[in-house]
């Protein structure tokens, strides 16, 4: 039974104000379009001179989910975001926002943190709020909340003092920044201030947010406040964008696209990026493993200590053996699972390798 308690003649549910069957009818049923995703990027390349920042990208992003856009600084993550804000126009290619060419009209219903979070440090965090809404149309006070639209309903407004909602549950104002509203942008801590990027992003309730480095500079803690604000907006319905250069933040994504130099080198969930990768485990005695790194080391392989133990990206059971045996270091190796990072680290050493 639908919401409406009404059943068509072949027994499916259908809704208030909706035709029935055709056969119930005699009314021509039409398939609806799909809705376009909020981003697409297709073979969008992007040129500074001789230098290809961004070199025929894929990217889409589809309302409730959040998509992680990884790579190493200078890989050309910032660079494909502007494209996609149309702050840069492509020398190739084509980038869609809501089926449609960015304009202004397409940026009032995103959500935009940049790297330099974008805040007036002069201002109060009350009056940096309140430019930021107003610039789409929304005024968000203290004591009231104001629809941008004529004809729109007007949000009710919140008691003195409490916090002012958005998207998705998330606070605008959280307890912290509600007890700092008065104070200069300037002298806020780094946590703090991006904190309340993310709230001025969401003053409008964006369909899409677009976080460029979002997380940087900030504590672990602070990372997951904001975490917990990027997947409460996406849980109401929006989607989301993401840069990042901390591999251990791709766990927080649905999708993941991966840069290195420019190129998008994988695309798909952490689970399908990684497949099969391997990594060589190398297990020395304990006098000995700063002897194996440096071996490892010395013959250019890419390597993390994890404990007592060395982990090399790549598979490479052989080369790992011969620079070992090189410098005389005796220790057991073996094949294992790669990790997310470990992946990504090989899928960078063979970009690099072969441009």
């Known amino acids: 039974m639908s919401r409406s308690g009404r ?9 208030a104000g909706q035709p029935a069957a055709a056969g119930a009818s005699g009314a021509t049923s039409r398939p609806t379009a799909p809705a376009p995703p909020l981003v697409d990027v297709r073979a969008v390349t992007r040129r500074f001179g001789d230098f ?8 889409t992003v589809e309302p409730g989910e959040v998509v992680g856009l990884l790579g190493a600084n200078g890989a050309g993550k ?4 502007r494209l996609i ?28 943190v940049p790297q330099g979070l974008g805040l007036w440090e002069d201002l109060t965090v009350t009056e940096n709020l309140e430019f930021s809404a107003g610039a789409f149309g929304v005024v968000t006070r203290s004591d009231r909340a104001v629809a941008p639209t004529a004809g729109a309903p007007v949000a009710s407004a919140p008691a003195a003092g409490a916090p002012v909602r958005a998207a998705g549950g998330a606070e605008l104002l959280d307890a912290d920044l509600h007890a700092a509203r008065d104070q200069l942008v300037r002298d806020l801590p780094l946590g703090l201030r991006r904190r309340l990027a993310f709230a001025a992003a969401l ?19 602070a990372r997951a406040h904001l ?30 696209v991966v840069m290195a130099l420019g190129v998008v080198i994988a695309q798909g969930t952490m689970r399908t990026i990684i497949g099969a990768a391997t990594a060589v485990e190398v297990e020395v005695e304990a006098d000995h493993w700063e002897s194996a ?3 490892l080391d010395a013959a250019g392989l890419p390597l993390a200590l994890a404990g007592r133990l060395l982990r090399v990206p ?13 410098r005389l270091v005796a220790a057991r190796i073996r094949i294992v699972p790669a990790t997310f990072e470990e992946t990504f680290v090989t899928l960078a050493t063979t970009r690099q390798e072969n441009p």
């Open 7 to 15: 059943m068509n003649t072949s027994g499916a549910p259908t809704s």
């Open 52 to 59: 290809v920042a961004v070199d025929a990208a894929d990217l």
């Open 78 to 81: 910032t660079t494909l975001i």
């Open 85 to 112: 804000l149309g702050l840069l126009r492509p020398n190739g290619g084509r980038v869609r926002l809501f089926g449609e060419p960015p304009s202004r009209r397409t940026r009032r219903r995103l959500g935009y």
């Open 203 to 221: 003053a409008h309730h964006p369909d899409l947010l677009v976080l460029d480095e979002p997380t940087s500079g900030v504590d672990p803690l």
């Open 227 to 256: 975490w917990d604000t990027i997947h409460a907006t996406v849980e109401g319905g929006a989607g989301a964008l993401v840069t990042t250069h901390y591999m251990d933040e791709a766990e927080q994504c649905d999708r993941l």
């Open 293 to 295: 790194f440096a071996a």
């Open 314 to 326: 790549g598979g490479d059971e052989a080369r790992v053996q011969a620079a070992l045996d090189a």
